[in-house]
Nanobody, 130 residues
Framework: VQLQASGGGLVQPGGSLRLSCAAS????????VAWFRQAPGKEREGLSC????????YYADSVKGRFTISRDFFKKETYLHMNSLEPEDSAVYYC????????????????????????WGRGTQVTVSS
């Protein structure tokens, strides 16, 4: 699975931004796609995951209520809608993916763990500043 993240940029505090992650390649089963971010000097932080087959979504406490993950099943595109952005949200944002078969859990139990995802896209920079 190849991934390409896009949509980053500069936004003012309180603003919104939508990130996109386009998946390509052939693979068996379904995708589970997650969003991570990494700020300078900090560890990579898992934010959210969506299982393509059933549409189940998971969120880290740090973004619950502000960020929404969604997907276009047929386009194999995943989105991260970010609202009420704060300077602390500034980071490089990455999408990551794993595949799974129907009947098996899509997003892993520990969806925030980077090691759970074998495929990664290049990041897109998000800067929240006035």
């Amino acid at each position: 699975v190849q991934l390409q993240a896009s949509g980053g940029g500069l936004v003012q505090p309180g603003g919104s931004l939508r990130l996109s992650c386009a998946a390509s390649g052939t693979f068996p089963g379904y995708l589970a796609v997650a969003w991570f971010r990494q700020a300078p000097g900090k560890e990579r932080e898992g934010l959210s995951c969506i299982s393509y087959g059933e549409g189940a979504t998971y969120y880290a406490d740090s973004v619950k209520g502000r960020f929404t993950i969604s997907r276009d099943f047929f386009k194999k595109e995943t989105y991260l809608h970010m609202n009420s952005l704060e300077p602390e949200d500034s980071a490089v944002y990455y999408c990551a993916a794993r595949t799974y078969e129907i009947g098996v859990r899509g997003c892993p139990q520990d969806f925030e763990a980077p090691d759970e995802y074998p495929s990664w896209g290049r990041g897109t920079q998000v800067t929240v500043s006035s």
